[in-house]
């Protein structure tokens, strides 16, 4: 699986729209990039997936570069409740395949 | 649906004792995952099992044993308990690229 870098941290204002970078230079046309996101003490939480379109559901949306060597995960409305260590995940999704963690960004919502 | 449960919730344990994890899915997945998070550090895969009669190691599979009993279960088992295992455990299972995880055991070895 391609390795993904995320910035160690990074804060937005409550009501803004809070954009979180994902860096996969190295992903290959098979694997699709996924984001999670771990609420203080909790299990993981699935968020989006993609693999070279624009995706969006109710909780967020996915824009891939056109090269697909990164994304950004854009919740549009950030609450304090946003507030959690968001995962970027680069992997093959045939089935099964071995979920691994990074550091991941820790998103602090301000109020 | 439950979706992945995890018992207990929490546990305390001596060093040298031994405990079972257990873990169960109702989403009829064929994989299922155990992971431990430190304090302040991410996740890592302890052993996974890809179908009902298979396992395999993670990263860190050391002191660990695992049973996948049927499809729907997937207990840890800690031999004999050490300091280093205080964590917190979390199970889960996937089917085609989606995970799903469980509330965790906090797991205190003293």
């Known amino acids: 699986d391609a390795k993904t870098t995320q910035p160690t941290s990074m804060d937005c204002a409550e009501g803004r729209a809070a954009n979180l970078p994902c860096n996969h230079s190295?992903?290959?046309?098979?694997?699709?990039v996924y984001w999670y996101r771990q609420i203080h003490s909790q299990g993981p939480q699935y968020i989006i997936h993609g693999l070279k379109n624009n995706e969006t559901n109710e909780m967020a949306s996915l824009i891939i570069t056109e090269d697909r060597k990164s994304s950004t995960l854009i919740l549009p409305h950030a609450t304090l409740r946003d507030t959690a260590v968001y995962y970027c995940i680069a992997l093959y999704n045939f089935g099964n395949e071995k979920l691994t963690f990074g550091t991941g960004t820790r998103l602090t919502i301000i109020p | 649906n439950a979706g992945v449960t995890q018992t207990p919730k929490f546990q305390v344990l001596k060093t040298g004792q031994s405990m079972t994890l257990q873990c169960a899915q109702d989403?009829?997945?064929?994989?299922m995952y155990w992971y431990r998070q430190d304090p302040g550090m991410g996740l890592r895969l302890i052993y996974y099992?890809?179908?009902?009669?298979?396992?395999d190691k993670g990263e860190v599979p050391n002191g660990y044993n695992v049973s996948r009993l049927n499809k729907r279960e997937f207990s840890l088992r800690l031999e004999s308990a050490a300091p280093s295992q205080t964590s917190v455990y979390f199970c889960?299972?996937?089917?085609?690229?989606?995970?799903?995880f469980g509330p965790g055991t906090r797991l205190t070895v003293t």
């Open positions: 889960a299972s996937s089917n085609r690229g989606l995970w799903n």
């Open positions: 989403m009829n997945h064929n994989s």
């Open positions: 099992s890809a179908s009902e009669g298979t396992t």
């Open positions: 190295t992903i290959s046309g098979n694997e699709y």
